[in-house]
């Protein structure tokens, strides 16, 4: 059990600038979640897959995000055309069952700084 | 919709001392309570839980009792530690729900 790998760490970028994130949850996690969090707030859900298919996007999901979960492994989130209040942490999580109380697994999350 | 609302820190306490931090939640049906702690420079990471009403989850000293008739999930721990210093999350994941619902964290500083 090596945990939730996230890539990069931090990113900067320009707005207007296309970025994406990568996340590599723990091995045979069924389950994958995105979580995006500003400073002084707690994570707020963005989007999460069971398998590779993608079950729920919460509104917050705008059409400028896109995540995936090709073959049911690693998954990417990408921002188009970002703006300056998409800085945040962006964090992932993985769970190994369906079980609504099984515990999450968070990454250390990808911390997005939009100039 | 599901939401949950925890007590606004800082809390800075001395060692030994006794800490509680509220949360009630909103939520239709019977949801399940966690807390998450997040110690500097690590990641979320479940404390305890509890599934249904009058479930009591504990871990490391810590204790939360789920109170249906108060809607509340409050944390305590009666003797806190200077590695107990970090962000604590309340959350819930609704009856049918597959996701967390989070309050804001309240980030706690135990001083030697």
């Known amino acids: 059990d090596t945990g939730v790998s996230q890539d990069p760490r931090h990113k900067i970028t320009k707005r207007g600038q296309n970025v994406t994130f990568r996340c590599d949850p723990i091995?045979?996690?069924?389950?994958l979640y995105w979580y995006r969090q500003t400073l002084g707030q707690g994570p707020e859900f963005l989007t999460y897959f069971q398998n590779e298919a993608q079950l729920e996007k919460s509104r917050l999901l705008s059409d400028r995000f896109s995540a995936e979960r090709p073959k049911g492994s690693f998954s990417t989130l990408e921002i188009q055309r970002t703006e300056q209040g998409d800085s945040a942490m962006y964090l992932c999580a993985s769970s190994p069952r369906t079980d609504r109380n099984e515990k999450l697994f968070f990454g250390s999350g990808t911390q997005l700084s939009v100039l | 919709g599901n939401s949950v609302t925890q007590m606004e820190g800082p809390v800075t306490l001395s060692e030994e001392a006794f800490l509680t931090i509220n949360c009630t939640y909103t939520?239709?049906?019977?949801?399940?309570l966690f807390w998450y702690v997040q110690y500097p420079g690590e990641g979320l990471q479940l404390l305890l839980k509890?599934?249904?009403?009058?479930d009591k989850g504990s871990n490391k000293g810590f204790e939360a009792t789920y109170r249906k008739e108060t809607t509340s999930f409050h944390l305590e721990k009666g003797s806190v530690q200077v590695s107990d210093s970090a962000v604590y999350f309340c959350a819930l994941s609704g009856r049918n729900d597959y996701k967390l619902s989070f309050g804001a964290g309240t980030t706690v500083t135990v001083r030697a």
């Open positions: 939520a239709t049906g019977y949801p399940s």
């Open positions: 509890a599934t249904k009403a009058d």
């Open positions: 091995s045979e996690h069924n389950r």
